[in-house]
Structures are given as C-alpha cells and as structure tokens.
Antibody, heavy 111, light 107 residues
Framework: EVQLVESGGGLVQPGGSLRLSCAAS????????MSWVRQAPGKGLEWVSL???????YYADSVKGRFTISRDNSKNTLYLQMNSLRAEDTAVYYC?????WGQGTLVTVSS | DIQMTQSPSSLSASVGDRVTITCRAS??????LAWYQQTPGKVPKLLIS???TLQSGVPSRFSGSGSGTDFTLTISSLQPEDVATYYC?????????FGPGTKVDIK
C-alpha cells in the first residue's frame, strides 16, 4: 500500500527557511515522478514543484529561485527546501505522485 | 505556460441531477488531464486520469471526456456525498497547472 507522510511544517518568520519531508512507503521515490502541491487557506490547489524519475526538476514561477525539490533514495524520502519565505507561502503543502497524495503539512509564514 | 480554466466556478443542483463541469486548456494537452475531488477539510482525491480513465473505487456516475483543449467531468446523478470542489490538472509537461476549481453543492 502506498503511503506518503509529510513533515516539517510549522510557523516561520518572513525571510526564514523550512525543509519539508515526505516519507514514502509502498514504492520507491525514484520510480515515480513526484510533486509538491500547496493550498493556501480557503484557496484552490497550486502546483509548486516536480521531480521526474531522471532527476529533472521544475518549479512554479512563484517559488522559482527560492524553493528546491530533491529526493534521497536511500531514505525513500522527497524534500522541499523553502528559503526566503513570504506570507503568501502560507499553505498546506502536499506531496503527491500521479495517483496518491499525503495528508499535508501546514506552513505558516508570519511575524 | 498553458493556462487552465474551469466553468462554472460554482453550481447548485438537485439530488439526481446530471452535472457537467468544463475544463479548458489554453493550448492542446492531448489527454494529459486529471480530475480531482476535494471535500471540505480533506485531501484531494484523484477521480479520473488520462481525461477519461476512472480510478479504482470511484463511482461509475463519474465520467470524463475530451482531448486537446476541451474536457468535461460529468456526474450522471448527483448524490449528497458529491458535494465538493472539483479541480482539473494538466500533466503533459511542467508546470502541472490546476484549474481554479468548481464548487458543487446541493440545491
């Protein structure tokens, strides 16, 4: 059974950094393309970033240059390093494959 | 980048009604289109992939169609448990943009 468990969210001040983790089970993270998707309070879904099986990465314009997606095959975990955080980055962050989503982790950017 | 639009933004229908939601891509995306259902406070659930492939366990009253730029999600007989926001998403190439969503409730 596929499981995705996000962690690492929390309260951070504007300009700060956080690293989100997504621990996968039931498959290997290198075998599927994986994404981060976020949802600001009361808003719709926003695609954030993608890593293909070959390692190529893509980012939404809103986070390009500030966020970095990566994976650790030995830990079977996906990451999202978020730097220079802004209030508008406040959202629930989900990791997802083409079929499955985690439960999400809340990131709040506020002073 | 390809933009995704949905219409209507919200709708209210009676139990048993046929409901149709439209998703449009600003450029052709072949059939690389997914539909998600999100009920309040819950994680989005994949309903349909490849524009028309119903996921396992999804009721057969849901169906998807379309290719290229125009896609539809149809609920053949609306049920109370279908109250949710529905999103389309392109995945032919990055960015994997979502549509803005269509909120469905019961009249």
């Amino acid at each position: 059974e596929v499981q995705l468990v996000e962690s690492g969210g929390g309260l951070v001040q504007p300009g700060g950094s956080l690293r989100l983790s997504c621990a996968a089970s039931g498959f290997t993270v290198s075998s599927k393309y994986m994404s981060w998707v976020r949802q600001a309070p009361g808003k719709g879904l926003e695609w954030v970033s993608l890593i293909y099986t070959g390692g190529t990465t893509y980012y939404a314009d809103s986070v390009k240059g500030r966020f970095t997606i990566s994976r650790d095959n030995s830990k079977n975990t996906l990451y999202l390093q978020m730097n220079s955080l802004r209030a508008e980055d406040t959202a629930v962050y989900y990791c997802a494959t083409s079929l499955d989503w985690g439960q999400g982790t809340l990131v709040t950017v506020s002073s | 980048d390809i933009q995704m639009t949905q219409s209507p933004s919200s709708l209210s229908a009676s139990v048993g009604d046929r409901v149709t939601i439209t998703c449009r891509a600003s450029q052709g995306i072949s059939n690389y289109l997914a539909w998600y259902q999100q009920t309040p406070g819950k994680v989005p659930k994949l309903l349909i992939s490849a524009a028309s492939t119903l996921q396992s366990g999804v009721p057969s009253r849901f169906s998807g169609s379309g290719s290229g730029t125009d896609f539809t999600l149809t609920i053949s007989s609306l049920q109370p448990e279908d109250v949710a926001t529905y999103y389309c998403q392109k995945y032919n190439s990055a960015p994997f943009t979502f549509g803005p969503g269509t909120k469905v409730d019961i009249k």
